[in-house]
Nanobody, 124 residues
């Protein structure tokens, strides 16, 4: 089981990035799957998740309307489209599978699987 995150980089405030998380060893909709982030000197935050089995979709309040999570079963990949980026979005972003995801919450399960992080820097 492997998750490979990519797509981070440096972007100006107001710009966009699309993060990808390619999975192997399982099908991308086998488990609840999502994105977390950790900013320098701060704790980990839950950002967005999707669970195909229970038709659940969740976003952190501060990213609603700006970020969109999606799955591509053909490419076995999860995406996070991030628009109107703000400096406070600067963080290392991680993808994780086999998490707990509902419409109003997301958290780790204790048997979750993680990819390496990808750094997003929003700065002028």
């Amino acid at each position: 089981v492997q998750l490979q995150a990519s797509g981070g980089g440096l972007v100006q405030p107001g710009g966009s990035l699309r993060l990808s998380c390619e999975v192997s060893g399982f099908t991308v909709d086998d488990y609840a799957i999502g994105w977390f982030r950790q900013a320098p000197g701060k704790g980990r935050e839950e950002i967005s998740c999707i669970s195909s089995s229970i038709n659940a979709l969740h976003y952190k309040e501060s990213v609603k309307g700006r970020f969109t999570i999606s799955l591509d079963n053909g490419k076995n990949t999860m995406y996070l489209q991030m628009n109107r980026l703000k400096p406070e979005d600067t963080a290392v972003y991680y993808c994780a599978a086999d998490i707990i995801c509902g419409n109003y919450y997301m958290t780790t399960s204790g048997h979750d699987k993680w990819g390496q992080g990808t750094l997003v820097t929003v700065s002028s």
